[in-house]
């Protein structure tokens, strides 16, 4: 064999010999022969040689193994298998498989299977016995031999096969059965023979499903395991095997729980580790086995970190959960953060998970400082924007040259990315008006009550706790997000997007050195790993509440994705401005044009114009649609509109439409309800007008539009948390609860009840008790600095 080798090389003192003809591993048995030095095999490398080293890579693997424990291919009794389970995981290789990947799957449940075949085969035979010997039909108590394993799997290898071809049948895929032992992967021929046969499978779009032959298999011997080899001793080392032998790009381990732990799973203080390092495995330790199964969790890290030392990259993830198993596999594969990821690259800085701790723990320093205090760091932060204005804009120079360059920025997106020095001047005053604002927020008493003699009770504003806001293209929103966040107590974290990648670091310093003047330096943070949007929003432990700031699809992607976290925001800002009969021309002019053209891509830009229909045909109408031409505004008709001209406007696809742009929908109403009934139908509950010298007309409309906004005779630009004197905003919310409109200060504090007694109990006050309730409202006072409490 070894006069065929095109190439020699050297790894450590053992001489490797590399086969280029049908095996891609390195045949070493002839060069035994050759060297008194320990012997060990080096698989070949994949292309890169190199595992992931981000989740988000995972989505340019391949080749993928799929290996299933015992705990998720079995039910709970040990007894048969977990149909619907199994079910799931093969409709998500099948998808997988389509999207052009290999798939591989290494499974358990021979055993499991084999079990309830022969416990039935028994209870039958036991019966019959009986039925013969006693002649009567009432069966005595009969008990169960024990099982031996190999017998299981014998008996149960043929019928775990045929459920799974019946399964991937049902997607008209193909699979194959192979069984292996460790004798298969130490022989040279075999390990050739298994390769060609699996290449060859995965050629033919065939899902080789492999497993060990428990039927002959012998018991693990300790320590088997030979210099740079690892020994098939279970499912785990022979997933692992096989990865690196097949030059797997992902290893999928599904095992009963979530991934690993830096303690043992149930334990108080065990956090789950989203990924993890091969230096780390020295500080862990490790629970008892699975119920099913002959590895552990120990077994499984020591197999995965050959794997990944191979160049193969491993996720360990729950594949018994109810509520994930039906898309585990598919989230892994999509970059997901889901169980524990193994990489070979530890991070410079820290995961955000230890960030949001540092912002929690320094955001409980910063709601108890006095609010002085928290102004006076606003206030420093609003003089480090004017100070230090040349660094900020050079960074801002640099970032919309790349977006340029790159073509990637629409026209309103790169205004947004646009900082200058009159918008830095701007940022400033409001940032000041939040300093003002601040003094009387965190620790402000908004009831109070003697529940009873000496037992008083008061509601409090505190702080939510830590905020999680996601913004795109918009860097002037660190600093206003962040002044909000110092003056109501709260800590940040900051995900900005990767167009303003440079402005936003330089943002984030300033924001941080105004902290440090009172310790707080980590209350705010600016993410900057890989981490994507929807694995933030999974951090329900973590974060209190979102906070989207951008595009009306980014508000939808994260309402949709943060399940448990509250999302305050508005996910479209479709804007009404309706012009009455009675309304002034003046008026209507010039607030149609400062709600369109003003800003057109903000979210209370006017979308859709409502005219009456006595103004059709009128100077006023005409004069409109010739201000709308002149700021080339494009116009889309409405239905309604459309039926009463000759030649219209392009009709609108749909009422509800956030055009973001110089374009506008025209639709005309018979009247003032009308107009309010299709604002309800069409609107987004943002901010809507209306233009009339009726005040009697103008108060219905006001009264019965529920929208968060709603202006009499003035533009809908004004709905802007700085324009209503908050200094900025987080946002403007179309929620129905919490907070509702422009999101300042007020929106970002909750409340909690501070009860004061001198030992009293709910016994006192039963009917035996000798204490009546009072509940007398007394006169609000702000707490005093040493009852000042927080969150």
């Not at 006095?370 to 960074?395: F, M, Y």
């Not at 009404?576 to 003003?598: F, T």
Request: charged share 20%; net charge negative.
């Amino acid at each position: 064999d070894y006069k065929k080798c095109a190439l020699i090389n050297f790894v450590g003192n053992s001489i490797v010999l590399i086969n280029p003809s049908s095996s891609p591993f390195l045949t070493l048995h002839a060069v035994r022969q050759w060297s008194n030095v320990p012997f060990f095999t080096v698989p070949l490398a994949r292309a890169h040689g190199k595992s992931f080293a981000h989740r988000s890579e995972l989505r340019q693997a391949k080749r993928i193994v799929v290996k299933l424990g015992s705990a998720v291919v079995t039910r709970g009794d040990e007894c048969g298998l977990a149909l619907g389970r199994l079910a799931s995981i093969v409709e998500q290789v099948v998808l997988i498989n389509r999207n052009g990947r290999e798939m591989m799957i290494v499974t358990s449940g021979a055993v499991a299977f084999g079990k309830q075949r022969l416990r039935h085969e028994i209870l039958l035979s036991q019966s019959v016995r009986q039925a013969l010997h006693s002649g009567q039909n009432q069966l005595k108590d009969m008990s169960l031999p024990v099982l031996e394993a190999r017998a299981c799997a014998a008996a149960g290898q043929s019928g775990l096969m045929a459920l799974y071809e019946a399964m991937f049948t049902q997607y008209s895929t193909c699979t194959a059965q192979i069984l292996v032992t460790n004798l298969d992967f130490h022989d040279d021929q075999k390990r050739r023979n298994l390769n060609s046969t699996l290449h060859e499978l995965l050629r033919m779009n065939i899902v080789p499903i492999i497993n060990t032959n428990d039927a002959v298999v012998p018991p693990p011997e300790p320590n088997s395991d030979l210099q740079g080899v690892i020994s098939i001793k279970d499912n785990d080392s022979l997933a692992a095997r096989l990865a690196v032998e097949m030059r797997a790009d992902l290893l999928i381990a599904l095992s009963d729980v979530e991934g690993l732990y830096d303690s043992p799973p149930g334990s108080d203080d065990a956090k789950l580790l989203d990924t993890f390092y091969p230096g780390d495995q020295h500080s862990i330790t490790y629970g008892t086995k699975s119920r099913v199964g002959i590895g552990g969790m120990e077994a499984k890290v020591k197999a995965a970190l050959w794997a990944l030392q191979g160049g193969t990259s491993v996720v360990i993830a729950n594949g018994t959960h109810p509520k994930v198993t039906g898309h585990v596999i598919t989230d892994i594969v999509e970059g997901k953060k889901v169980g524990t990821f193994f990489s070979e690259v530890k991070p410079a800085g820290p995961t955000v998970e230890q960030q949001t701790e540092m912002a929690r723990s320094a955001g409980r320093t910063l709601a108890s400082l006095e609010p002085e205090q928290r102004s006076d760091i606003i206030c420093i932060l609003a003089d480090l924007l004017t100070e230090r204005k040349d660094e900020i804009l050079s960074a801002n120079k640099n970032d919309m040259e790349h977006a340029v360059s790159t073509g990637r920025l629409s026209p309103a997106m790169l205004k947004r990315l646009s900082l200058s020095s009159s918008k830095l001047n701007s940022l400033s005053i409001g940032l000041r008006l939040i300093a003002v604002s601040s003094q009387d927020s965190v620790g402000r008493v908004l009831r109070r009550t003697r529940v009873a003699n000496k037992l008083e009770l008061e509601q409090i504003t505190v702080p939510i706790g830590v905020l999680l806001v996601i913004f795109e293209s918009r860097p002037d929103c660190l600093p206003q997000v962040s002044a909000l966040a110092i003056a109501s107590g709260n800590a940040l974290l900051l995900k900005g997007g990767k167009e303003a990648a440079n402005t936003n670091r330089i943002l984030h310093e300033l924001a941080q050195e105004a902290l440090s003047i009172h310790g707080d330096k980590d209350a705010i943070q600016l993410v900057s790993t890989r981490e994507e949007v929807e694995d933030l929003c999974r951090l329900e432990k973590m974060i209190d509440l979102i906070i989207p700031r951008g595009s009306s699809q980014l508000v939808r992607d994260i309402q949709r994705a943060a399940k448990s976290i509250p999302v305050l925001g508005h996910s479209e800002g479709i804007c009404h401005v309706y012009v009455d009969h009675e309304a002034s021309v003046d008026k209507a002019i010039k607030i149609i044009r400062d709600s369109k053209c003003d800003y057109p891509a903000a979210c209370n830009a006017m979308e859709t114009l409502l005219v009456h229909r006595d103004l059709l045909r009128t100077p006023l109408f005409d004069q409109i649609i010739d201000m709308l031409r002149t700021e080339h505004v494009k116009v889309h008709a409405g239905p309604k509109f459309a039926s009463y001209l000759t030649f219209s406007p392009s009709e609108v696809k749909s009422l509800r439409t956030e055009y973001g742009d110089l374009e506008c929908c025209i639709e005309v109403v018979d009247s003032m309800q009308e107009a309010v009934d299709h604002i309800h139908k069409y609107g987004s509950s943002h901010t809507d007008v209306i233009v009339t010298e009726n005040e009697d007309t103008a108060e219905q409309f006001l009264q019965q539009l529920d929208s968060a906004c709603v202006f009499w005779n003035a533009s809908s630009r004004f709905a802007d948390g700085y324009r209503f004197g908050l200094g900025a905003e987080v946002g403007i919310s179309t929620a129905r609860i919490h907070a509702r409109g422009p999101v300042g200060l007020e929106g970002l504090l909750t409340t909690k009840w501070v009860l004061r007694g001198e030992g009293q109990t709910a016994a006192d006050f039963s009917e035996q008790g000798s204490m009546t309730y009072l509940h007398e409202n007394l006169p609000v006072a702000q707490v005093l600095p040493g009852h000042r409490t927080t969150s």
